[in-house]
């Protein structure tokens, strides 16, 4: 375990790596970490995994969905900006929902499929507005944002090791930080809030059997040794795909920004406006021929189970895009094999 937390460390260049049995624990460890209390507000990019919001919605908080930009696929900062100047007010450097009365405690990046947000402008929101900054790297271990690693600016970031992930350690997660005491007690409630002494065995608080077991350590331990050959493996992958869909048209492979580098988790290709209504016969064929492409999350705002969160009134970009994203195979195991004889020969 601490071989694993070590490497994590080294890799991210994260100060405090605890480990979890889940990206979602870990989620919902950090939300208990920065003291998200009962009807306080997150704001959420609403084309997200449901594990950001569960989390939330766990610690009795209000999940707040907002609107994603085009070109990071994450929340789009700037109409962020713009909806809290006009829906928030400050009192003692907190910020309050104007309409709800709430206080907004905090703001949950996502690195949608691996693709860094701009975070100097998540750090300008953080900053203005008073709020704890949380990034949800789950899907995003191997990127980095103007050469940190993700998951890093914020009072706390989350990884995910789940079978799914560029590395896996069967299930599994991370909460990185730079803070000792947050890493301190999201260590304790993760273990139950444990306290033990020679003459007691007992428990200071309502605490979380959270932790990462030791054969599910080993097992990220030896992940996390060929992390750069899955890595380059995957830029192959996603190589290959620009040169197949250079000249198809009304189709693009999703490029990120410039300056940021993505893990390539999953790669996306994003129909043109002009044939989004081909996107579930595009999907239907391609899975009749075995070719596991996939739709993105529902949008959170149309879950029935958040039927009484927060949104902002526009969320015209994440609406265009739901119908427009299919995932395309982003690993095979043919290619990976493939992959690595060659690398071996
Ligand atoms: C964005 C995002 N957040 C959180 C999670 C939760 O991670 P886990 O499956 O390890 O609980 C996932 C993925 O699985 C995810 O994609």
């Known amino acids: 375990m601490k071989m694993l937390k070590k490497k994590i460390s080294n890799y991210t260049g994260s100060k405090y790596v605890v480990l979890t049995a889940s990206g979602s624990s870990a989620l919902h460890l950090s939300f208990l970490c920065i003291g998200l209390k009962k009807n306080q507000e997150v704001l959420i990019p609403n084309l997200n995994y449901v594990a950001t919001s569960n989390a939330v919605y766990q610690c009795g908080g209000i999940p707040h969905f907002v609107d994603i930009d085009e070109k990071t696929l994450g929340m789009d900062f700037y109409k962020l900006d713009n909806y809290l100047e006009k829906n928030t007010r400050i009192k003692n450097k907190t910020c309050f929902n104007i309409k709800t009365g709430r206080e907004i405690k905090a703001f949950v990046p996502m690195h949608t499929f691996g693709n860094p ?129 250079k000249n198809i048209p009304l189709i693009k492979i999703f490029e990120c920004q410039k300056n940021y580098k993505t893990n390539n988790w999953l790669i996306t290709a994003i129909l043109d406006k002009r044939i989004k209504n081909l996107k579930n016969r595009l999907l239907n064929e391609a899975n009749k021929k075995s070719i596991k492409c996939r739709p993105v999350w529902e949008l959170l705002s149309r879950l029935k189970i958040y039927d009484k969160a927060v949104r902002m009134p526009d969320l015209n970009c994440s609406e265009d895009l739901y119908e427009r994203i299919i995932s395309v195979p982003s690993t095979s195991k043919q290619t990976l094999i493939k992959f690595y004889n060659e690398k071996n020969q």
């Open 117 to 245: 947000v701009n975070i100097d402008l998540a750090k300008k929101i953080k900053k203005k507005y008073h709020l704890k900054l949380v990034e949800d790297a789950a899907e995003a271990i191997g990127s980095f944002y103007k050469k940190k690693h993700v998951g890093t600016f914020g009072d706390c970031g989350v990884l995910s090791f789940n079978g799914n992930k560029t590395i896996t350690s069967g299930n599994g997660g991370a909460l990185l930080t730079n803070s000792k005491n947050l890493a301190k007690i999201a260590h304790h409630l993760s273990s139950t809030a444990k306290v033990v002494t020679s003459t007691k065995f007992t428990h200071d608080s309502l605490g979380y059997n959270y932790r990462l077991s030791n054969i599910n350590s080993a097992l990220g331990l030896a992940q996390i040794e060929k992390l750069k050959s899955f890595l380059k493996y995957k830029k192959n992958i996603y190589n290959q795909y620009k040169i197949q869909f």
